[in-house]
């Protein structure tokens, strides 16, 4: 059974700091595609970042392009999302997620992806 466990979330102020982490178990996570989305109040699901089974490729929506960094040690099967420079409009519901197949570069849609964690959530103030 694959789970993906969220954690690093919380409150934290305009212009700060968060890393979130996603702990993989239950498929072999070196060759799986990842990635996190955002969901706030009302809105859909969206893309953030995501990084191939390879970690040369890297992906990020337009919004946190320079912000956040996208990473991962497969040694400890955990992906990290790095978001530095909080915005107000950052505020939502973020998902680990892996990809429906293996060996991809990371795709962006939500269909594209078979598993995904239960949400934390990042709260921006301003």
């Known amino acids: 059974q694959v789970q993906l466990v969220e954690s690093g979330g919380g409150l934290v102020q305009a212009g700060g700091s968060l890393r979130l982490s996603c702990v993989a178990s239950g498929l072999p996570f070196s060759s799986y595609a990842m990635a996190w989305f955002r969901q706030a109040p009302g809105k859909e699901r969206e893309f953030v970042a995501g990084i191939g089974w390879s970690v040369g490729t890297k992906y990020y929506a337009d919004s946190v392009k320079g912000r956040f960094t996208i990473s991962r040690d497969n040694a400890k099967n955990t992906v990290y999302l790095q978001m530095n420079s909080l915005k107000p409009e950052d505020t939502a519901v973020y998902y680990c997620?892996?990809?429906?197949?293996?060996?991809?570069?990371?795709?962006?849609?939500?269909?594209?992806?078979?598993?995904w964690g239960q949400g934390i959530q990042v709260t921006v103030s301003s």
């Open positions: 997620a892996a990809d429906r197949g293996r060996f991809r570069a990371a795709p962006v849609k939500t269909s594209e992806y078979g598993y």
